[in-house]
């Protein structure tokens, strides 16, 4: 039995292509399937002005393999010191698609990140006036809220409140671990959309746990309970236009993950289009998965549906993923589903 489903070309809202030699071993994966990514910022140093973004984006094209074609839709990477004008500025000249928050100390080299929100006001009321979205890593860094609620707590204390705070901000609720989340935007009626990753509609956090602990799984926002990871399956499937796409591909080296303070990140660009058509075909939604790959993300972002297609085939026997991509900084674990997967993008 083969089945088939093509689908318009998809694209990445949320990517960690890094830099140098890691950039280079881990743009062929995700350009082979994907037409263009919203890049992540959070280079060591950060990317933060529009001039850093128009480097870092020219380092991206130069490590992009003859014959293949991506787009990289750069963003700015958030500090108490960012400048509104270069900000405008960098917007205007169609360089820079959003601009990315990060509570400081959240996640992986996020030192740089917002402590005091209010410093970051002119910036959101700039982003507001110009149609500039803000992508937020939705997390508290309060020593005194667990981690598990990390996300549910920013809703309330940080993200309604900046919402509230500033009409017409657009924002994405970047890579959603929790039912609370997706009530939240559900509930809201405009400017807001946010990111799934693949992962999330796989793992919950017994996988992690349970028979011997998996650096591989661990990532940030850290999976949760299984209701969470099915209200995430329900909000991808649902063809609702605000969820879409965002896989947090986020490379790290084994020695980097297999260790006693192992880095949070799961790496996925390169199995992530045939987990999906699994996914969605076993909630019976095979119909949905172009709206979420590839049509909800354009729509926000206001751009053109990626030109070209990808065909997802369905064969009768499992097929092999790598398990590892070498890279010159050191190997890196391709995420492992757990079960077998029949479908191969092309
Ligand atoms: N998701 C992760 O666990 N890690 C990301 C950072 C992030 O997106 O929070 C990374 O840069 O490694
Ligand atoms: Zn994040
Ligand atoms: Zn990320």
Not at 127 to 136: D, F
Not at 165 to 187: C, F, Q, W
Not at 247 to 256: L, M, Y
Not at 319 to 330: A, H, M, N, R, Y
């Amino acid at each position: 039995m083969t089945d088939t489903l093509t689908i318009p070309r998809p694209d990445d809202w949320h990517l960690h292509l890094r830099d140098g030699a890691m950039l280079q071993a881990v743009l062929p994966e995700t350009a082979r399937h994907f037409g263009r990514a919203i890049i992540m910022p959070n280079l060591v140093p950060p990317v933060v002005t529009g001039d850093q973004a128009a480097a870092y984006r020219d380092r991206i094209l130069a490590a992009l393999p003859e014959g293949m074609a991506f787009e990289p839709l750069m963003t700015l990477y958030l500090t108490e010191d960012t400048d509104p004008e270069d900000v405008a500025a960098a917007h205007a000249s169609g360089l820079v698609k959003a601009v990315k928050l990060y509570p400081a100390g959240a996640t992986t080299n996020s030192a740089s990140g917002v402590r005091d929100f209010e410093k970051v006001r002119p910036v959101l009321e700039k982003m507001a006036e110009i149609g500039l979205p803000l992508c937020t890593h939705g997390e508290v860094t309060d020593h005194d809220i667990d981690i598990f609620d990390r996300e549910a707590v920013f809703i309330d204390r940080v993200l309604d409140p900046i919402r509230k705070a500033t009409p017409g901000l657009r924002v994405v609720m970047e890579h959603i671990t929790t039912k609370n989340a997706a009530d939240y935007v559900a509930s809201q009626d405009k400017d807001l959309g946010a990111t799934i990753t693949t992962h999330h509609l796989i793992i919950n956090r017994n996988h992690i746990l349970v028979g011997g602990i998996k650096p591989h799984y661990y990532c940030l926002p850290v999976a949760k309970r299984e209701e969470h990871r099915l209200a995430l399956r329900a909000a991808a499937t649902s063809g609702d236009k605000r969820y879409f796409l965002g896989t947090d591909s986020a490379p790290h080296t084994d020695p980097n993950k297999e260790s006693a303070c192992g880095c949070a990140g799961c790496f996925t660009a390169t199995n992530t289009m045939s987990l999906l058509a699994h996914v969605f075909e076993e909630e019976g939604a095979l119909d949905k998965l172009a709206g979420f790959a590839s049509e909800h993300g354009p729509a926000f972002y206001g751009l053109p549906v990626s030109g070209g297609s990808l065909t997802l085939s369905k064969g009768d026997a499992p097929v092999k993923f790598p398990e590892k991509i070498e890279s010159g900084d050191g190997p890196v674990t391709v995420f492992d589903p757990g079960f077998d997967v029949y479908w191969r993008a092309e």
